[in-house]
């Protein structure tokens, strides 16, 4: 089975100030892939990064940052000089490739709240 | 850029009403699925779908919900009975055949079942 861990349920942090959310993830599959998405208060799903298992590599979109580490089963997303519109829920997901189905598997999600 | 849409988007009725959401999966996709978000909870797996069949279902998904594709581009959840806990944000996904590419979300449909 899979789960994903989000332990940060809110996080506030001051405009311009870097912010870390946290992701843990839990599979037996050796082959998975992991993602983020936002949530804004409108109550859309907007997918930000994939990664997959075999590929370790950190990587950088902008503001955006991903730690992908798997001796810790970690997956952390870092946005640095917050601005207010990242003000969102960011739900961390799981999926595995075996059957074809793969279905994603959520944490429960950080509320980050950005204060100008 | 091709996008999934969910109508109505919001969806208010009786309880033991039967309620059916739409969506229109991206147009080349194989795989489609449904999400359920309670309020302030996070997002669960519901049902996937794929070669006119279901795939895999969640527990959630009991004997009360069905899901059809009974065109070449409409996907519908029906639930047959409708509970109060069945209020939700109810999510809409497709994807393409591509391994691992990511599923693409409907705006969703707010149900409320009063």
């Known amino acids: 089975a899979q789960k994903v861990t989000q332990a940060q349920t809110e996080i506030s942090v001051v405009e311009k100030e870097d912010v870390t959310l946290d992701c843990v993830y839990e599979?037996?599959?050796?082959?998975?892939?992991l993602f983020w998405y936002k949530q804004p208060p409108s109550g859309e799903l907007v997918f930000l990064i994939r990664?997959?298992?075999?590929?370790?590599q950190n990587e950088i979109s902008g503001r955006y940052s991903w730690n992908f580490q798997k001796s810790t089963s970690s997956f952390n997303f870092t946005i640095t000089a917050s601005q207010v519109v990242d003000s969102a829920v960011y739900f961390c997901?799981?999926?595995?490739?075996?059957?074809?189905?793969?279905?994603?598997?959520f944490g429960t999600g950080t509320r980050l709240t950005i204060i100008p | 850029e091709p996008e999934v849409t969910q109508t109505p988007s919001h969806q208010v009725t009786q309880m033991g009403q039967e309620v059916i959401l739409r969506c229109v999966p991206i147009?080349?996709?194989?795989?489609f699925y449904w999400y359920r978000q309670i309020l302030g909870q996070k997002v669960e797996f519901l049902v996937s779908?794929?070669?006119?069949?279901?795939?895999?279902k969640s527990e959630i998904f009991d004997d009360q919900f069905s899901v059809e594709r009974p065109d070449g581009s409409n996907f519908t959840l029906k639930i047959r009975s409708t509970k109060l806990e069945d209020s939700a944000m109810y999510f809409c996904?497709?994807?393409?055949?591509?391994?691992?590419?990511?599923?693409?979300f409907g705006p969703g449909t707010r149900l409320t079942v009063l």
């Open positions: 990664r997959n298992s075999f590929d370790e």
């Open positions: 996904a497709s994807r393409n055949g591509t391994r691992a590419n990511e599923q693409f």
């Open positions: 779908f794929y070669n006119n069949e279901i795939s895999e």
């Open positions: 147009s080349n996709h194989l795989y």
């Open positions: 599979t037996r599959d050796t082959t998975y892939y």
């Open positions: 997901a799981l999926s595995c490739p075996e059957g074809g189905n793969e279905k994603l598997t």
